[in-house]
């Protein structure tokens, strides 16, 4: 008998495991109307930075092992500049001879914006030089900030040749010691790095403080967190940041590896030639971030278990929830695979 004919073959038909979308939308954190058709005087909603999704049945109705992550779509509309976080430098110089105390101010950008480098550059300026304490007609200083095509900033007072030698610090001077340096401020925005570049910031001053580059975003990802997606990992999500926090779905990352630098180019004004940006940094402008993951996240699931809820919280990148300036932000979604092996 024919050793390679159908009846000494021995075949085994593999089933590939079948699975199931579940989209998660944002925008359904808020209803107008009960699941019973009463219509409610005023919606009901819950915080974009802070909620959970969950319908009368059942998201997801047991039978699955895994979930994985499939896709993200985050549309990011947070001010790089916001009026109590992120708008205020203190800045103090050191004349000579030495005054009994050294003159300071608090230096603040208004509003609640996304602003580029360059008006954030011309702000700074334009605040400096006018200040009562510090500015050109108390002091002497001539301030100048600008944004380099690097990417970064530099702030001096050398160019009006006795210009005082001064800090930058993301609060008042002397309450550091008794107050915690915040890792997020106006500084941060602008690539100062306060808390592993003190010296050079804060304790040493000099008539030229700079920064080699910055993100200009308000954070340089996002930390989307779930609870109860999570609660079946034997082994817990973490990170390097002391109040890290485990449960993640994902970090999203506002910049990805398809993100560069501006590039200057020579434009003619009309007067002259000047070089201009071809593109804002990611963060500096609204745009939408949409991530399909090559490596993404599987979750551990109990077979038995239903997805009846899913809670949803936003971090930032030094741990705090998201800041969100009004609930008018647009809705991010989310998808996954829910599979049975």
Same mark, same amino acid.
Request: negative net charge; contains cysteine.
């Given at each position: 008998? %024919? =050793? ?28 107008? &109307?009960?699941?019973?058709?009463? $219509?409610?005087?005023?919606? !009901? ?14 998201? $997801? ?13 985050? *549309?990011?509309?947070?001010?790089? $500049?916001? $009026? ?15 005054? +009994?105390?050294? +003159? ?53 007072? /050398? ?5 005082? =030698? ?30 592993? %570049? ?16 910055? /993100? ?26 002391? @109040? ?13 590896? @398809?993100?560069?630098? *501006? ?42 278990? /239903?997805?009846?809820? !899913?809670? !949803? &919280? ?18 991010? &979604?989310? /998808? ?6």
């Amino acid at each position: 008998m %024919n =050793p390679y004919s159908s009846s000494h073959s021995h075949t085994e038909s593999v089933r590939q495991a079948s699975d199931v979308l579940l989209c998660l939308d944002s925008a359904d954190r808020g209803v107008s &109307q009960s699941v019973t058709g009463e $219509v409610y005087p005023v919606p !009901i909603t819950q915080p974009y930075n802070d909620f959970i999704l969950q319908k009368p049945q059942a998201l $997801v109705q047991g039978g699955i092992k895994r979930l994985k992550l499939n896709e993200v779509r985050f *549309p990011y509309s947070i001010p790089n $500049v916001v $009026v109590g976080l992120t708008d205020v430098i203190w800045v103090t110089i050191y004349p000579s001879p030495a005054p +009994p105390v050294n +003159p300071f101010a608090k230096i603040t950008i208004t509003g609640t914006l996304f602003r580029t480098g360059d008006e954030i550059a011309t702000a700074l300026t334009v605040a400096l030089n006018a200040d009562v304490v510090i500015g050109t007609g108390a002091s002497g200083n001539v301030w100048v900030v600008d944004y380099t095509y690097e990417g970064g900033f530099i702030f001096d007072t /050398s160019g009006s040749g006795t210009g005082d =030698p001064f800090t930058l610090s993301p609060i008042k001077q002397s309450t550091i010691g008794t107050v915690a340096l915040p890792a997020k401020s106006l500084l941060s925005v602008m690539g100062f790095d306060v808390i592993n %570049n003190y010296n050079d910031i804060v304790g040493v001053p000099s008539q030229v403080k700079s920064s080699s580059w910055s /993100s200009l975003s308000y954070t340089q990802y996002i930390d989307i967190v779930s609870v109860n997606l999570t609660r079946f990992q034997t082994i817990a999500d973490t990170n390097t940041r002391q @109040n890290s926090r485990g449960n993640l779905i994902c970090r999203l990352y506002v910049a990805d590896e @398809n993100s560069a630098l *501006p590039t200057p180019i020579p434009i003619w004004n009309g007067t002259d030639i000047v070089n201009v940006n071809t593109a804002s940094p990611a963060g500096s402008l609204p745009f939408v971030i949409h991530r399909q993951f090559q490596e993404p996240k599987v979750f551990r699931w109990e077979n038995e278990a /239903s997805i009846n809820a !899913i809670d !949803i &919280q936003l971090y930032d990148d030094v741990g705090n929830l998201l800041f969100f300036p009004n609930e008018s932000m647009p809705n991010f &979604q989310i /998808s996954f695979k829910c599979s049975e092996e």
